[in-house]
């Protein structure tokens, strides 16, 4: 089994940067071969951010662009989401969402439980 934790959210004015983080744990050894960042605000619908892939290939979405930066340290089992220049409609609750395989189990999605960021106008 694998948890994923986030870290790194927070209050925030407008222009400020925060960067979060996403930390793999289990008991045995394991590849983060995809992992996304997700978000979602209040009435609103969640929304992928950002993706990193194990070859570091990564995608962001349009309104992120530019702004966030997703980054993988395998050697820490660790993504993280540099975000410079935050907008209030950034403000979400943000999930670290990944694809990880382990020999026992082979590749299975796990879900964090979320980092509240709060933009301030």
């Known amino acids: 089994q694998v948890q994923l934790e986030e870290s790194g959210g927070g209050l925030v004015q407008a222009g400020g940067s925060l960067r979060l983080s996403c930390a793999a744990s289990s008991s045995g050894w394991m590849i983060i071969n995809v992992m996304d960042w997700y978000r979602q605000a209040p009435g609103k619908q969640s929304e992928l951010v950002a993706t990193?892939?194990?070859?570091?290939?990564?995608n962001y979405a349009d309104s992120v662009k530019g702004r966030f930066t997703i980054s993988l340290d395998n050697a820490k089992n660790t993504v993280y989401l540099q975000m410079n220049n935050l907008k209030a409609e950034d403000t979400a609750v943000y999930y670290c969402?990944?694809?990880?395989?382990?020999?026992?189990?082979?590749?299975?999605?796990?879900r964090g439980q979320g980092t509240q960021v709060t933009v301030s106008s």
């Open positions: 990193i892939t194990s070859r570091d290939r990564s």
């Open positions: 969402d990944g694809e990880i395989w382990m020999p026992a189990t082979g590749s299975r999605r796990y």
